[in-house]
């Protein structure tokens, strides 16, 4: 059965310690691919100052040379036909009419986790794919009593126990730690520093003083979802 990794969030910037989680777990997991998808219109945060087609050809531009890891716009093309806030229900459940025999994984920080059950529709989430939550260095929240509840039967410790079935598991998983986050990366361009090694370099050079700007609006934003 393929495996094919779902990883969300605004990418106002993308930048390495983006597509850095990407590959590891791409890897660890043995993805096929890892779909790199853009909000248009992200419901736990306010909207970036950058347009989602300028943060979808960053991601472009991001992953350009990276085998196995697709830019998916379908959040955009959505965005243009609905009104509503993209869902990450809709998106996974779009993709997983596309491609019934693949197993979907969808990829989250502990940040957006320890939140999954503010999320539209979350439960179902997992009928359609796996969970996989990257752990970071700092102590995780405890998570709400209804998540832990819900979650008591299904956390497994491994990657072979998620090819025992089509969906409905969650694994946390630990990294090696990057420190790179979009919060510092617009903070820099807002001082006008470098941000060389934090962001692909294709991204830096199509950057224009207009994008800084637009960036730098975000800075006073919730970063949860960088």
């Not at 998106?91 to 019934?100: D, F, G, Q, V």
């Not at 986790?113 to 939550?133: P, Q, S, Y």
Request: aromatic residues 4%.
């Amino acid at each position: 059965m393929k495996a094919i990794g779902f990883f969300g969030g605004t990418f106002a910037p993308i930048h390495n310690g983006h597509l850095r989680l990407a590959i590891e777990l791409r890897d660890l997991l043995g993805l096929d691919c890892v779909h790199l998808t853009p909000s248009a219109r992200p419901p736990h945060r306010a909207a970036p100052g950058v347009s989602a087609e300028r943060r979808l050809e960053w991601a472009r531009l991001g992953v350009a040379d990276e085998p196995g890891l697709i830019v998916d716009d379908r959040e955009l093309r959505r965005a243009r036909a609905q009104q509503h806030p993209s869902y990450t229900f809709d998106t996974l459940a779009a993709l997983k009419a596309e491609t019934p025999d693949t197993r979907l994984h969808l990829l989250l920080g502990d940040d957006a986790a320890n939140r999954l059950h503010t999320w539209h529709r979350w439960r179902e989430l997992f009928d359609l794919a796996h969970l996989v939550v990257v752990q970071r260095p700092h102590p995780a929240d405890v998570p709400a009593a209804e998540l832990a509840e819900f979650l008591h039967d299904r956390t497994v410790a491994s990657v072979e126990a998620l090819s025992r079935q089509s969906a409905g598991l969650w694994l946390p998983v630990s990294l090696p730690p990057l420190a790179i986050s979009a919060t510092r990366i617009r903070a820099l361009l807002q001082a006008g520093r470098s941000v060389r090694g934090l962001v692909p370099e294709a991204v830096i050079r199509s950057l224009t003083p207009e994008d800084v700007r637009a960036l730098t609006i975000d800075e006073d934003k919730d970063p949860a979802h960088d």
